[in-house]
């Protein structure tokens, strides 16, 4: 048996002794009690009994040895800054923040949002929460006041932590406009609101509920706020995602069980040492920013590069596709992460780019979020020179839950394969209908994971138990699995190729968005009768969302003109609601949507005819000519 092979196995068969193991990589408070307890499946439970505190793994533990390390190194190419805190000054910044969401009322078990772009007070306050067991709720800065709204009502913060503005491309976008719309739209109304302000854009304040953090935290310059040692079960976060449904979930985490998972991930995924740079270009606003831009390396004893900004803009302002890899030079990044749609713009940038700086600090470049199509890994692969590491995982999981585990045994990757199953995972193939397990290679079906899930997986749906229930376990007829609501084949290695959702969840430039959340938002407009959203292949972003209305009144829609100033329109509010990353690429006018006789919309007909792909069976459909009006418009 492989190394790697032994390891897994271990992993699922003999779980507790493996997972005791694991659990000495970080500090516990208390030791653990029980090391997994399934008594009450699917609600898995990680390391129960023992104390611990996140803040203080990724922080404190370090000021012994590496004080003066660099710990947090800030580069934001839209404003020219670049800033490195070392673990001691991370340790007084933190608790500076801690000590100023107490003061505004937060304690252990409240929620506080944070809604920031790429600041290193985001990260202070995300560890600041972690720091006496509040739970943080971050929400990507590029969402709109409709998507905070309704993250703002679920999970009803005591405190919002914000900002003026972010900046893309040198625009500023000014965030506390959208804030307060946002609060106005949710009934739940956060008693205070803590504002950074860049100096990028002016903000209105609300007298009582918005504070300022440059006054706050003058005031607290010396204030020592100890780790609050909470149960390995205490929910760290909640951070929300996409489903089929309209409302959003609240995925939420524990501590233990997650610091565990991500400690145990550095030297045996991600092959990073304590004292190296980790560089991550995700953003804190999804899991892969919280789980390898802030906890992942800081628990590992790593610096962290927490960079704003485009992947082709310079710190002086002008274009530099060059710029990520003077960053690995410069600070001498050994792992770096991103997305394949990040590589695909760099791509289409001059190559020179790229061997103008001297990489060979980097041991592997990871990337997630989509399928990484042939092409683009092998393109950065010859470009770079190390290997290019796939991995597969969701909001859900917190952590890879196939990739090549190289730090356990070096094995060659697959082009288009993320892998396979990381120890923890039992990932089973199902058939969609039958529920029967898929043995056999190149057999496509559900990929699911048997529970029990290993420490990191999401703990439930916040306050939403039965929706946790519902929605990922019990979909598959018959067998009480977790559905990650992606297909997958496994080659006769044993290597797995994902090939798109089973669901309606698009993925654009590796972002998930559920369709229905954007139809939601557009039949907002009030000249929109009906409107289906699909997701289409797109070479850059991998998908992008293609809207299909039926007006109310479609007698001023006369010719291209009119047309193209109500798609204008549309895309306006699904701006104002979403924010511009759910912006359909186009929205086109029909007559009538493809539906069953029984009225269910043919998403998938429709995303075929898009696609130029055989639409398949069509034998239900209510109006034959239905598709044959988009596929007019989509020839056109
Ligand atoms: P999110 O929860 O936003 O991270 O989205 C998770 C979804 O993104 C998965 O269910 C997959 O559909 C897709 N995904 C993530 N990583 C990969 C990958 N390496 N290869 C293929 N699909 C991926």
Redesign the pocket.
């Known amino acids: 048996m492989s190394a790697y092979a032994e390891f897994y196995r271990r992993s699922i068969e003999d779980r507790d002794a493996f997972w005791a193991e694991q659990a000495r990589l970080i500090d516990w408070q208390q030791a653990p009690q029980t090391i997994c307890d399934d008594s009450r499946a699917p609600f898995t439970r990680w390391f129960a009994g023992g104390t611990t505190n996140l803040c203080h793994n990724a922080v404190d533990r370090h000021l012994a040895t590496r004080a003066e390390q660099a710990a947090l190194i800030h580069v934001s190419t839209e404003t020219g800054v670049e800033k490195t805190y070392s673990f001691a000054e991370l340790h007084a910044e933190v608790q500076r923040m801690a000590a100023t969401l107490r003061a505004l009322g937060v304690g252990q078990g409240d929620r506080v949002q944070i809604y920031m772009p790429m600041v290193p007070e985001a990260v202070f306050a995300m560890l600041a929460c972690a720091r006496i067991g509040a739970i943080h709720s971050v929400v990507f800065g590029g969402f709109a006041s409709g998507s905070l709204a309704s993250r703002i009502e679920d999970a009803e913060p005591k405190l919002i932590v914000s900002a003026d503005a972010g900046s893309r491309g040198g625009k500023v976008i000014p965030y506390k406009p959208l804030l307060d719309e946002a609060i106005r739209l949710s009934r739940h109304k956060p008693p205070a609101v803590l504002l950074v302000d860049r100096g990028l854009a002016p903000m209105e304040r609300t007298a009582g509920r918005d504070h300022d953090y440059a006054t706050l935290r003058a005031q607290h310059l010396h204030t020592v706020v100890p780790c609050t040692w909470v149960d390995a079960t205490h929910t760290s976060y909640t951070l929300y ?1 996409s489903g089929t449904t309209g409302k959003p979930k609240g995925v939420q985490r524990d501590t233990g069980g997650y610091a565990v998972a991500l400690a145990a991930s550095l030297p045996h995924i991600f092959m990073g040492k304590p004292g190296e740079t980790f560089f991550c270009t995700s953003d804190i606003g ?3 920013g919280h789980s390898y831009i802030v906890y992942g390396p800081l628990i590992g004893g790593m610096a962290t590069i927490l960079y704003e900004g485009l992947p082709t803009r310079g710190l002086d302002g002008g274009n530099d596709p060059g710029i990520w890899w003077s960053l690995v030079e410069k600070y001498k990044a050994t792992v770096m992460f991103s997305a394949p749609t990040a590589v695909r713009v760099l791509k289409k940038q001059d190559p020179a780019y790229l061997k103008k700086y001297d990489v060979s600090s980097l041991k592997a470049l990871f ?6 199509d042939e092409p683009t890994g092998r393109w950065i692969a010859d470009a770079l020179g190390v290997p290019i590491i ?7 999981t917190g952590w890879p839950l196939m990739t090549i585990a190289n730090g356990v045994e070096s094995r060659p990757s697959k082009f288009g394969s ?1 892998g396979v199953p990381m120890y923890g995972f039992d990932v089973r193939l199902l058939d969609e209908a039958t529920g029967d397990e898929l043995t056999g290679p190149d057999q496509k079906g559900v990929v699911v994971v048997q529970g029990p899930t290993p420490p990191g997986f999401m703990q439930t749906v916040w306050r939403d138990d039965a929706r946790f229930v519902k929605t990922y376990w019990d979909s598959i007829p018959g067998k009480r699995v977790y559905s ?3 297909w997958g084949v496994r080659d006769a290695d044993g290597y797995y190729y ?1 090939l ?2 089973t669901d309606d ?1 698009i ?1 654009v430039a590796g ?2 968005l559920g369709t229905r959340e954007i139809e939601e938002s557009i039949s907002g407009h009030p000249n929109v009768a009906e409107v289906a959203v699909v997701g289409v292949a797109d070479a850059l972003k991998g998908q992008v969302a293609m809207a299909f209305v039926v007006a109310r009144d479609a007698s001023g829609l006369v010719d291209d003109a009119a047309r193209l100033k109500l798609e204008g329109e549309i895309m306006k509010v699904v701006d104002a609601q979403l924010g511009a990353l759910a912006r359909p690429a186009r929205v086109q006018f029909v007559g009538v949507l493809p539906k069953t006789r029984s009225g269910k919309l043919l998403r998938r007909a429709i995303q075929a005819v898009c696609e130029g792909r055989d639409t398949g069976d069509l034998t239900t459909m209510e109006d034959p000519g239905a598709l044959q009006q988009i596929r007019d418009l989509v020839v056109r």
């Not at 990337?367 to 990484?372: F, K, S």
């Open positions: 995602t999804w899991v892969v990337l997630a979020g989509e399928p990484l796939d991995n597969y995982w969701q909001t859900e993320p990650t609501f992606d994902i798109g959702r969840v993925n972002h998930r």
